[in-house]
Structure formats: structure tokens, C-alpha cells
């Protein structure tokens, strides 16, 4: 069984992995600008203003693939506090390990035939591809949303607080203090 990966439309970067030299081959993606107002659109940011993969496609054990290498991209998020658009730059490290359909290398062994077992610390399982080509694209951009502030704001950036009640000593009553007032007490019990 395969597990298709199901990410970014708005990049595709198409590999061969057929006929690499042992000591890999170098590529280079670089988004234009289309492809990276697509991105920012999937991502639902402001703007991705640079998106670059440097990579190293290498062959790994008998028929697999490791990519290794980093994405770099320059982004615009709005801040959390401020609404004002903020730039951050992402450099973050990439690596991947990908086999063919059907590869004994995609299997993941077992301890016992109906416990799944998840190393935490252990690598990755291989991602699987089909046919002659592996598609990086949908991979980099996931890398590089893993790596995106999700709460971006200007690093002195701080919450005012409004107070809109004019009385700072009053205060609705507490959750505890509206229950005891529904209980009757000794003497009302009496009337």
C-alpha cells in the first residue's frame, strides 16, 4: 500500500531518479513568480517573495532515492498584534529518502502482527513514488510551511490591555459565588 502525498499544488519540481551518479547529482529549484503567488495563496500569507531548494539527489541502497540539501524562501505574514506585514526569512534543512512502489524498503517491520510500533527518535519511514519521476515540489513547500512563525509579531510587539470598566475593584460575581447563591440557607428554610 502507498501513501500518497497529498500537499502543495503550486509547486511541482519533477526528479528522474533513474541512472544517478554514485556520488548524486546537484539540483537547484527556484519558484518564479507565478508559482510563488500560488504558494501564498495556499498558505494563506501575504506573500512568499523568494523560494529556493539547493539540493543533492543521491542513490540510496539498491533502489532508492535521498535528497538532502535546504529550502530557503523570503515570506510577508501579517503580525498577530499589529495587522503590519512583517518579513521572515526561512532557512531550514530538507531531507528525504523515496522508493519505488512495491520496495521491499518501504515496509515497515513489525514487532507483532497487530502492534504498530513508532520509534520517535528513529528516521522517517521512505516516501513512496510511482513511475519514473518523483515530484520534490509538494515536499519543499511542506518543509517550508512547517518552518513559518505561526504567530508572527514584531519582537517588542506587546497586547494593550483596554480596561473598560471604570471601577477596578468591581467584578462580575466568580462561577463559585453565583452557585452558593442559589443554595438556600438554614434560615431561609425555616420561612
Same mark, same amino acid.
Given at each position: 500500500?502507498? #501513501? ?6 503550486a509547486i511541482r519540481y !519533477? ?12 539540483? /537547484?529549484?527556484?519558484?518564479?513568480? =507565478?508559482? #510563488? ?12 517573495? =523568494? ?9 540510496? /541502497? ?5 535528497? =538532502? ?16 506585514? $512583517? ?11 523515496f522508493v519505488p512502489e ?22 522517517? !519511514? ?6 519514473? =519521476?518523483?515530484? $520534490? ?11 513559518? &512563525?505561526p504567530y508572527p509579531r ?5 497586547? &494593550? ?9 468591581? #467584578? ?12 438556600? /440557607?438554614?434560615?431561609? &428554610?425555616?420561612?
Amino acid at each position: 500500500m502507498t #501513501r500518497e502525498f497529498m500537499g502543495s499544488k503550486a509547486i511541482r519540481y !519533477p526528479i528522474s531518479p533513474l541512472k544517478l551518479p554514485r556520488d548524486g547529482m546537484l539540483v /537547484r529549484f527556484e519558484a518564479d513568480e =507565478t508559482e #510563488r503567488g500560488a504558494l501564498a495563496g495556499e498558505l494563506d500569507i501575504s506573500a512568499v517573495e =523568494t523560494f529556493v531548494g539547493d539540493l543533492r539527489v543521491l542513490p540510496w /541502497r539498491a533502489e532508492g532515492v535521498r535528497v =538532502t540539501g535546504q529550502v530557503a524562501a523570503t515570506v510577508v505574514q501579517l503580525s498577530v498584534v499589529s495587522l503590519e506585514p $512583517l518579513r521572515q526569512t526561512i532557512t531550514e534543512p530538507f531531507e528525504m529518502i523515496f522508493v519505488p512502489e512495491g520496495s521491499k524498503l518501504a515496509r515497515i517491520e513489525q514487532p507483532g502482527e497487530q502492534e504498530l510500533y513508532i520509534d520517535p527518535e528513529g528516521e522517517d !519511514p521512505p516516501e513512496v513514488y510511482a513511475g519514473h =519521476t518523483i515530484d $520534490l515540489g509538494p515536499y519543499l513547500v511542506e518543509a517550508m510551511a512547517l518552518a513559518l &512563525d505561526p504567530y508572527p509579531r514584531e519582537a517588542d510587539a506587546v497586547f &494593550d490591555r483596554v480596561d473598560t470598566d471604570p471601577d477596578p475593584d468591581a #467584578r462580575p460575581p466568580s462561577a463559585f459565588e453565583a452557585l452558593v447563591s442559589l443554595v438556600p /440557607r438554614d434560615d431561609e &428554610d425555616k420561612n
